[in-house]
């Protein structure tokens, strides 16, 4: 129907929102203009609208609330105060799930858009959100054993034996005030202060909830509250800059401390060795992962030996949740074990990077069990993992590499043409690491790994593994300037920067250009404007002086170098 159309379109433009953000101005108007008639009552509606059904009010709303978050306060501003009310008498019936759903996801957006000045709605939405978190609303039990004992009510079936009823609406309405919840601490960390008693406890309370959306997120949320006191204590809107190696030496904040070690860090290592639901192991990985990259070591440091021995049990794929009891497994199940699989490659890379040198007497069981991906009867998905993992761990602790590199370096020679590209993107990242973190160890291994980076570009078809192919060649250029033939090679580079995949990489590349001379630019202009494209592309107005363009900033990197070897 007409009406099922309109929802999907819906359902589409807030999923575009998500991504577009600047591109969505020129269409600003327009879309306000179809959007806001919807939080209308029937009766008043214009006619394009028709007749509207609660699941349309509510995506027009979930739309509206990115598209604010993505247009900018300022534009929104004249929009903010009638839409935010309207949306605001939806939470006060608790029995329109759907519409509360809804207007919890706004209001995540409008205090992501607002931060410290949505503050004065703190009073009205954050009991409504607790309020949602504890709510039985839109679930009915009529609890029956099964012939085998109690039923675990995770999945349809059980629940439907045990006589479970529950709207459609009600876990999504959980999830978005969850979701909401941790949102409000984090924009408004300060005046959400009074409030994160009473939330912690609810997390408490639904911990171990039956459904895994809502376990999955209460995970996140503990994640924000921990970051919400330590905002707090910093008076920030962001935490200090991590400083690499233990002790660490930016410590958490005292009750930020106290929450995540007494109470999230622990629920988050027992939920990796009990949980069954994948997902929410993946969440979990993630959420450690990004704690540590935020906040640094001090998230890892108490408790290094326990969550090394948690990753242990996941490479190795023995948790509950890599478990699986049939004879076929599933393909979403397959993609499932990749993603958990490479959210533990981020996490080891952010703990060895956050800790240093310091963590690798601690590590050996961690290298062994990586190692195990790189046996010859593995696949090349378990390939692209030990490869991309040890390539973390020669970046962040090059101690490493006399030990490990002489097993990975020929696998790599072996996987840049593999045909797998991201097998392929792995083996040429790990070369130019090795290549810039030991360079005197393998500078034997010169005219193989020329080739084999050669082999990985032109060979794959993925532009991101031609941009590491590309990156590690330069890093080659630094190590051994005087000992691989530049006229082929600097023509090549130029060719092909700045990398249009692994944008990261062009800081990199950035800084690697300035081995060559500013005569060899002058010489070479056409080659002067693909390394000052780079550099635009890579730097953001806080590596400039106040005065400088991209133009005078490699200008001045450049003529700083020269009167560095004049000294």
């Known amino acids: 129907t007409f009406r099922e159309v309109k929802k999907s379109a819906m359902l589409t433009l807030t999923v575009v929102m998500t991504a577009a953000y600047e591109e969505l101005v020129p269409y600003f108007d327009e879309l ?12 008043t509606l214009p ?136 949102t409000f601490s984090i924009t408004c960390p300060k005046q959400f202060r009074p409030y994160i008693e009473e939330s912690v406890q609810t997390l408490e309370l639904i911990w171990n909830y039956f459904d895994e959306s809502v376990r999955e997120q209460v995970v996140q949320t503990y994640q924000q509250f921990v970051e919400s006191l330590n905002l707090v204590y910093y008076g920030g809107e962001s935490h200090p800059d991590p400083v690499c190696g233990l002790p660490a030496k930016v410590k958490l904040a005292p009750e930020a401390h106290k929450m995540y070690y007494e109470l999230v860090l622990p629920r988050y290592l027992e939920q990796i060795k009990s949980e069954d639901d994948k997902d929410v192991v993946v969440q979990i990985v993630e959420t450690l992962a990004d704690m540590c990259d935020c906040i640094g070591p001090a998230v890892v440091e108490e408790r290094i030996a326990n969550i090394l021995e948690a990753i242990l049990l996941l490479l190795n794929k023995k948790a509950p949740c890599m478990t699986c009891n049939s004879e076929a497994v599933e393909a979403d199940e397959e993609d499932s074990d990749e993603v958990l699989i490479e959210n533990l490659v981020q996490l080891l890379s952010t703990m060895t990077k956050a800790c240093g040198e310091s963590i690798v007497s601690q590590m050996q069981d961690i290298f062994v069990a990586v190692g195990n991906y790189l046996k010859p009867d593995k696949e090349e998905f378990d390939l692209e993992i030990g490869i991309s993992c040890f390539g973390e761990f020669f970046k962040n602790v090059p101690s490493v590499v006399p030990s490990y590199a002489p097993t990975v370096l020929p696998l790599c020679f072996k996987h840049c043409t593999s ?31 020329l080739q084999a980076l050669k082999g990985a570009y032109e060979t794959s078809t993925a532009q991101s593994a031609k941009d590491n192919a590309v990156n590690s060649i330069l890093k080659m250029l630094v190590a051994y300037t005087t000992k691989l033939p530049l006229e082929l090679i600097i023509p090549a580079i130029f060719q092909n920067i700045p990398l249009r995949e692994d944008l990261e990489e062009n800081l990199a590349v950035a800084k690697n250009l300035l081995v060559l001379s500013p005569e060899y630019y002058t010489s070479n202009p056409v080659h002067l404007e693909n390394a000052l494209m780079t550099c635009v592309r890579t730097v953001s107005y806080t590596h400039l002086r106040a005065h400088e363009t991209s133009l005078h900033l490699v200008c001045r990197l450049l003529l700083e170098k020269k009167k560095k070897k004049k000294k």
């Open 32 to 43: 306000m203009t179809k959007l806001t008639p919807y939080l209308l009552q029937d009766g």
């Open 47 to 182: 006619r394009h609208v028709e007749v509207v059904d609660e699941t349309l009010r509510a995506r027009a709303i979930m739309a509206i609330g990115r598209l604010a978050h993505g247009i900018g306060k300022e534009r929104f501003r004249p929009y903010l105060e009638p839409i935010s009310r309207k949306v605001a008498e939806y939470l006060k019936r608790e029995e329109l799930l759907e519409m509360s759903q809804a207007a919890f996801s706004y209001f995540a957006d409008i205090a992501q858009l607002l931060t410290e000045e949505f503050a004065p709605m703190l009073p009205s939405l954050v009991p409504a959100a607790i309020k949602a978190c504890k709510s039985s609303e839109g679930l009915t039990i009529e609890y029956r054993k099964s012939s085998e004992g109690d039923l675990a009510l995770d999945s349809d079936e059980d629940r439907e034996q045990a006589g479970m009823g529950m709207d459609p609406a009600f876990i999504e309405q959980k999830t978005a005030a969850l979701h909401a919840l941790g």
């Open 419 to 449: 045909g797998y590209d991201a097998l392929t993107q792995a083996s040429a990242y790990c070369i130019g690491v090795v290549v810039e973190k030991a360079k005197i160890l393998v500078e034997p291994f010169i005219n193989e790994m």
